[in-house]
């Protein structure tokens, strides 16, 4: 018997930072949904002191590269909520993403979802953030 995804579940999501990685994606969905270069206009991609992923907020005249499905249509994706917080700056760059964070951010990645599975799991951002937390303490170390 096979599964799949009702069709009340299926979502058209911008992505436009570590999802634009496939490796990232399969680990967190167990597949790759079909996608293609798309642009959020008006909006800019930022990086956040302290974290390896970015955060867009709405700015007239910008656009976001990013993924979705080859047509033009209204998608769901994250917004970064405070405009004026101090730790968003410049442009986040995913070829620069992947260089640097890529393959820890797959590791993190694959363990957030190993203790989503654990009976005793935390909310899922709470599951994030002690990963990322995790990951935060081993490179202050270093």
Known sequence: MG?????????????????????????????????????????HRFSIKGRVYPAILPIEAKEVVGKDTSEKMQVDTYVWCNKSDPNLYGEWDF??????????????????????????????VATYESFYQQKDDRTSMA
């Open 3 to 43: 599964s799949s995804i009702p069709q009340a579940a299926m979502h058209n999501v911008f992505v436009y930072g570590s999802l634009l990685a496939d490796d990232v994606v399969r680990v967190l969905l167990h597949r790759v949904p079909r996608s293609s270069p798309a642009v959020l206009r008006d909006f």
């Open 95 to 124: 070829e620069e993403w992947k260089r640097l964070h890529k393959e820890d951010f797959i590791k993190m990645s694959m363990g957030f979802m190993e203790e989503l599975q654990l009976p005793e799991s935390k909310p899922r």
